[in-house]
């Protein structure tokens, strides 16, 4: 009989997101608060007596993927590492648009290794196996394994310190005619700093506190350095603007390119929601939410 288990892989926003100087291996330390929002999609795997593998994703239809897409290769190293064949049928129903800064493409791949684990059972890898698989898929696959809803991430992805979420509300804002390519991302950010000295701005610790406090106060603490060398500027300012008229925080989440908004109070994102629906119409694709608790 085939097993079929399946489990929504949730987006999340970086509410801060420091960079550092690379590594020399080229990848970056960050020093983020990641939070989990409540826009997912859904995947299902079926685990079938034949030996055959097949993934399709709905939805994605647009991006030219650049070698597997990261179900195909969660799975695959899973299995290669597990020693068990490659019987599957993954199916993905994609919600989370691509290159938004949302990580939908990682927390996709962290739900195959957490369906794969669940399957598993007594048999599923360690932690170590497990992390050395979420790294080698991408730099954010591991706080989505992590489990945790909000967290600060240090490293390239991999340093976990889990954070108390809180209930607050989000409008997210994506533009249909452009997304950002992370590697490019990096790559701009570089070329803007021309090697000088960075520094990571606020700890741990005290980004950790500024989250306690009402979102309408984090504009002068937190901050995203890739706005700095964001394109389509005054498409974002004009975001800004509608915030600066309202009780909460903005920016871009991770590498862009999509903006949100996150307020403690629901009627001032129904505002901004209201706002960028009428002003912007189908330029964007947006959606009113709340961070996943
Ligand atoms: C910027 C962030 C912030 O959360 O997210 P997104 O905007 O992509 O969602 C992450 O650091 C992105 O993580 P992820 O999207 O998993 O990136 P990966 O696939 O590992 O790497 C893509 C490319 O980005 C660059 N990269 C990525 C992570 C990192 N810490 N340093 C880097 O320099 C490298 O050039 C790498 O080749
Ligand atoms: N399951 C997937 N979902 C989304 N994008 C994927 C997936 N697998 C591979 N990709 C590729 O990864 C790139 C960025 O993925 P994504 O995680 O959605 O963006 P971001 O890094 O901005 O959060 C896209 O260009 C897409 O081609």
Redesign the pocket.
């Known amino acids: 009989m085939d097993t079929i288990l399946a489990r929504p892989a949730y987006a999340k926003v970086n509410l801060h997101l420091a960079v550092g100087q690379p590594f020399p291996d080229g990848y970056h330390p960050i020093r983020s608060l990641f939070a989990l929002v409540d826009l997912f999609d859904d995947i299902a795997i079926t685990v079938t007596g034949s030996r055959r593998f097949k993934v399709e994703?709905t939805g994605?239809e647009a991006?030219?993927?650049?070698g597997e897409?990261?179900?195909t290769k969660a799975a695959r190293l899973w299995c290669e590492r597990a020693h068990v064949p490659l019987s599957l049928h993954i199916d993905?129903k994609?919600r989370?648009p691509?290159?938004?800064?949302?990580?939908?493409?990682?927390s996709?791949a962290a739900t195959v290794l957490h369906l794969l684990q669940e399957y598993a059972s007594d048999d599923a890898l360690d932690e170590n196996n497990l992390a050395d698989i979420a790294l080698q898929v991408g730099s954010d696959v591991p706080f989505f394994l992590s489990s945790h809803c909000c967290a600060i991430v240090t490293g390239r992805g991999e340093g976990i310190t889990p954070v108390e979420t809180r209930n607050l509300a989000v409008c997210l804002v994506m533009p249909i005619s452009f997304a950002?390519s992370?590697s490019s991302a990096y790559f701009r950010l570089d070329e803007i700093r021309g090697g000088d000295f960075v520094t990571m701005g606020p700890t741990g610790d005290e980004i950790a506190e500024v989250f306690k406090k009402s979102p309408a106060v984090w504009n002068s603490l937190l901050y995203n350095d890739f706005q700095q060398g964001v394109e389509h500027q005054a498409f974002y300012s004009q975001l800004e603007q509608l915030r600066s008229a309202c009780n909460g925080y903005s920016g871009l989440t991770?590498?862009g390119a999509c903006w949100f908004f996150v307020s403690d109070d629901q009627r001032q994102v129904q505002i901004v929601f209201d706002e960028v629906v009428s002003r912007f119409g189908t330029e964007v694709m947006s959606w009113k939410t709340g961070l996943v608790l």
Do not use: E, P, R, Y
């Open positions: 994703v994605l991006f030219q993927l650049n897409d990261t179900l993905c994609k989370i691509a290159q938004a800064g949302l990580g939908g493409g990682s996709d950002t992370t991770g590498s």
